[in-house]
């Protein structure tokens, strides 16, 4: 099975600073990688498909980039409302996998 | 607009099958650019993929969870379930369902989730 690895497992930032998320995959998944945002009990949302193209209605503030192997979700100018956990997952490969998420906090 | 919404019991006893259901509701499951599906997120930990199923009958499950999985459509209920058997502590989890909509593998569409704790 593909393994994501999402690194940091946690990340400090302050209101109006940017945030850079990493996801490493095992092995390659093309640009089949998504990225969802989990806060605290919600269900996770689709935030990037495609590993560059944003799901309806996420802000522009969210950017994803990467192919093969590794990839980044950048977030601009935080806010309150994007303080959550953060993950990646894969959909080249069987079985369809994630990462182990990474807890963007103030 | 599409929405979904996951039923069933929230304990279930080792050994026993996990049963639960998903509602479709703004449309129906038979529609044909659509994959109906189930994660699922233990307690403070990351998603699991379940497994993922077509309205007309193809399926797909994650190895990992050995062939206990099994996931069938009642398309005039506009509903599709989970069964899982065998079920250990390790189950014990918030089970969501999922659509997946352009028959992608990525998941657009995600219930609420519902917690199931597996004890005796």
């Known amino acids: 099975e593909t393994v994501m690895t999402q690194s940091p497992a946690a990340l400090s930032v302050s209101p109006g600073e940017s945030a850079t998320l990493s996801c490493r995959a095992s092995q390659s998944v093309s640009s089949n990688l998504a990225w969802y945002q989990q806060k605290p009990g919600q269900a996770p949302r689709l935030l990037i498909y495609g590993a560059s193209t944003r799901a309806t209605g996420i802000p522009a503030k969210f950017n994803g980039s990467g192919s093969g192997t590794e990839f980044t979700l950048t977030i601009s100018s935080l806010q309150s409302e994007d303080f959550a956990v953060y993950y990646c997952q894969q959909y080249n490969n069987w079985p369809r996998t994630f990462g182990q998420g990474t807890k963007v906090e103030i | 607009q599409l929405q979904l919404q996951e039923s069933g019991p929230g304990l279930e006893k080792p050994s026993e099958t996990l049963s639960l259901t998903c509602t479709v509701s703004?449309?129906?499951?038979?529609?044909?650019?659509?994959?109906w599906g189930w994660i699922r997120q233990p307690p403070g930990k990351g998603l699991e993929w379940i497994g993922s199923i077509y309205y007309s009958g193809n399926s797909y499950y994650n190895p990992s969870l050995k062939s206990r999985a099994s996931i069938s459509g009642d398309t005039s209920k506009s509903q599709f379930s989970l069964q899982l058997s065998s079920v250990t502590a390790a189950d014990t989890a918030v089970y969501y369902c999922?659509?997946?909509?352009?028959?992608?593998?990525?998941?657009?569409?995600w219930g609420r989730g519902t917690l199931v704790t597996v004890s005796s």
């Open positions: 999922v659509g997946q909509r352009q028959l992608q593998w990525y998941f657009d569409l």
């Open positions: 703004g449309g129906s499951i038979s529609r044909s650019s659509c994959y």
